[in-house]
């Protein structure tokens, strides 16, 4: 039986419970499912059950290769591809594959220069509303990631996550062809191209190709003159972010690089590096 509508003026007739459910939330416009735990609520019980899992901690979907696991089946076939390799999302313009769709749609954009989101306050244009919000930080001067163990800040997590390994040196990330350790899964991946020869990043003007994305992306520059982070403090614009990040620091005297074994700070890693060394001689 298809249960009636219960509310007056409703036309609809819906096929099972839960289609009927759905329908009366459009009436109601409350969320049927509730947490137990927290004020929580949900449309969909299967939103519910997973919301739950962050309180109870549970990983239902393990992988066979490793003792990794997870709430979600999607994100365990995501994590099943760094071992298997499989690149299931393929670019029509190049011979570049990806692990996930979204990596595609990115590396698309290289193709067609689209970049929809657009920095009010500079020239500057991104493909990913994500990479638009981290660039207004610099606008803002905000630099939300902060490191516990000195006094750098960040816009990005990742980048937080990077610098961290400057302090505790932890390298998890091991090339199965050298013995080459990295502080992100990034730069392994970007390293065993060096084993590989895999230049999957292609410049549509010149042709040459790139092991990295980021390489093709600065490159892209040279031929469009594009220097896209520009200083809130002067008229000084950059083609790199990196660039931005450095010359920032001689206007806040931001000092992010200290040494463990004495009170020195500086502004770029390398000065900290070549420093450390007097320590060491």
Known sequence: LRPPCSFLHA?????????????????????????????????????????????????????????????????????????????????????????????????????????PFSCLDCNASFKRKYDLKAHMNFHTGNFPFSCA???????????????????????PFSCAHCNASFRTKSHLVEHIRTHTGERPFRCVQCNRSFMAKRRLIEHIRTHTGDRPFSCVHCKASFKQQGHLVKHIRIHTGERPFSCVDCKASFKQKWNLVKHVRTHTR
């Open 149 to 171: 163990h000195c006094n750098a800040s960040f816009v990005r997590k990742c980048y937080l996550v990077r610098h961290i390994g400057t302090h505790t040196g932890e390298r």
């Open 11 to 115: 036309q609809s007739r819906t096929l099972d419970k839960s289609a009927m459910i759905r329908h009366l939330q459009k009436h109601m416009g409350e969320p049927a499912f509730q947490c137990h735990l927290c004020p929580a609520a949900f449309t969909y019980n299967s939103k519910l059950v997973l919301h739950v899992r962050t309180h109870t901690g549970e990983c239902p979907f393990s992988c066979v290769h490793c003792k990794a696991s997870f709430k979600q089946e999607r994100h365990l076939v995501k994590h099943i591809r760094t071992h298997t390799g499989e690149r299931p999302f393929s670019c029509i313009d190049c011979k570049a594959s990806f692990k996930l769709k979204k990596h595609l749609v990115s590396h698309i954009s290289t193709h067609t220069r689209e970049r």
